[in-house]
């Protein structure tokens, strides 16, 4: 039966999300956006239990769905998407224990990761050279003779709270046999030896969020913390992506919504001040093709959503959702910065705010041309 | 969160989709080649109950609701855009308001025979000059004793031709805009009026698309809708249902068009390989597919919300614009990924090119959808602000 509308756990996880947004959140964004990393927030989102929204509950986690996190995901968007993607890679990483690790990596990783304990959670999976085409990733872990442990020698590049998180998911190469099949995913203690942070990318939005190079030499890492098994790394990161893709559509569509809002408030003040002919069809116009691209990018997130909680393949309905979000939410940041007036070009407006955040939403977790790779493959296989 | 349709939603689709294979894509070219009303193929549609397919039961009809409705003209019109207005109309404008606005008398009469497909609807709104700005309508209906006597012509009427009833929106007062419109059921068996330029259109060909004219026709005062000056709102509401009959139309037109150029894609070869395994092909494709499947889920917003008989004017009017909209482009591409094949007759892209046009059109254009939208987030965004 078609059901649309959240059920009542996911419904109170996204309003426990917009209740803590719209109250704390909104006062704080335009410090992050100055550059102020997210980490009283983070700590907010972990005792509200938003840090491991899928995660089981046995791990402190909230147990709940797909659904509930792109909700929620969108909620803290609208008002800080330099919060959001923090709040995005940390869950990324939880669930990716939650269903790759075993019951030790649950009840000491898992749990600590949902309670806060590790700040952020990272994901490094791009490098210098490579980034959509991830199965080429050169990182290099090498088992050592007794087979104790794994060395890493390589780097990571694009790593959203590198420098800030307390455990980071690595994709690294254990085997030059096969390509896909030669990676391996690691939980990487950054307080170990061999561990180094790079530069902090200077970014156009997400100020908030730190984008970290990460550099492995020599570092020494258990063999008890690989996740999953050796060889399976690849696969890791795929369904951290197939689930990821959601999530940045949601929070590509909060952004949006945010600075939809900003818009028409703007020129319904304008529009009381200015009657020149025309100009109020031409912004209700741009209203109307921004709203309803955003309804429909939202369906596509839920969709894709609701097929991962009901545990389908939705690779294809993922990829859609991702770059039609996406792009639908840059076209309303776009509209919306023509419609607003110069006031909300200001670099710290909620629409020039937004117009700088979302447009990564395009490039991260999966460019644009990777979602229509991946949905024409799929097409292709499906005849 | 469900998106997967339930056992009868799925049936309703298989059924529609094996009409659609067997009966309707083996016609569509030739039907819009010679511009022949699908006579045969209606009737049909009657049997599978799909003339009146969210009438209940007891008023003879198939008794499902709208997301069922709007399932089927999805598949019916990826057979045949011609079709599937046909079958549009009956049970968007003729049915809907008939069930919604008459009384139990007049859906005995009326919808009854409509909803089983013994007798054929058309909606008479427009007329030459006035579309979008209905109430600058001049068509009059005055009472003289139990009856009104109708002078005026109504434009652009789907099935003008075929239909036996005609559900018509007229001024009872012309001294006021909207609120002195009136709506009725015309029998024109009991009430003659005349058809008059049959339209020679770009797509779409196998429906007539008249002009009707009423030269002192007589209605019987027991045939009007609901009460004297609420015709506007009867049309009014009756195109925000309408408006997901065609936003499923061009949906399916923009799904035969895609699965064609997929098809195409696999088969034609170019530089030693098949053309869709170039990049700017895959990327045409892919965005066909996004797109179509947004409009869907646009769609099936609208219809559940008038389902649960929620406000769904707003939803309604972005699924017909966004799948118009999206119908439109789907086509071009899928005509352009045909190359030159794509421009001849021989295959069947140029003809839904000019299938999905009329979608931006009837039943509101972008335009006005786009105003019906502006408006309800307006409302939504700036609470308290006008």
Redesign the interface.
Known sequence: ???????DA?RAVWEKAAQYADTVLAGRAAAHDAGKFPEESVADLAKLGLLGIKSPVEYGGLGC?M?AYVGAMRAVARRCASTAVTMAVTNMVGDMIALFGNEAQKNTRLRALCGGDYGAGAFALSEPAFGSDAAGLQCKAVRTDDGSAYVLDGSKMWITSGDRAGIALVMARTSDASKAGGITAFLVDPKLPGFGVGRAEKKMGLRGSTTVALHFEGMRVPASDVLGSEGMGFKVAMTALDGGRCGIGAQAVGIAEAA??AA??AS??RRKADKTAGTD?L???R???M???L???W??V??A???L??GKRATR?AA?AK??ATEAANFVAQKAAEMAGPEQLRDDSIVGRALRDVRVSRIYEGTS?I???V??RE??RA? | ??????DI?QMVQETARRFADSELLPIAAEIDKKGEYPAEKVKKLAQLGFLGMAVPERWDGAGLDN?AYAIAMEEISRGCASTGVIMSVNNSLVCDPILRHGNDEQRAKFLKPLARGDLLGCFALSEPGSGSDAAGMRCEAIRDGDHYIVNGTKNWITNGKEADICVLIAHTDPSERHRGISAFVVDRRESPYGIGKVEDKLGIKGSSTTSLVFDNTRVPVANRLGEEGAGFKVAMSTLDGGRIGIASQALGIARIAFEEA??YS?EREAFGKPI?DF?AI??M???M???I???R??I??AA?GKDNKGRFGK?SA?AK??ASEMSARVCHKALQIHGGYGYVKEYNAERHVRDARITEIYEGTS?I???????A??QE??AG??
């Open positions: 039966m078609i059901e649309l509308q959240p059920n996911e769905s659904v939809l809002q028409v408030q319904a003040k069809q912004s209700g116009f209203i109307a093709d709203a309803t691209r309804d429909a990018a369906l596509l839920l969709r959503s609701s097929m909680d009901a309905e859609m770059v039609y041309e979602q229509r790779l949905i024409g097409l292709v005849l | 969160m469900d998106f997967a349709l339930d939603h997301l997929l098809a696999r869709g990049g895959r990327e494709l892919a965005d597919a996004t797109e499947d947004a409009a889920l646009l099936w917003q559940i939803h972005m614009l966004y335009e959808q786009r105003l019906v939208i502006a408006r987030v307006q965004l700036v602000a006008r």
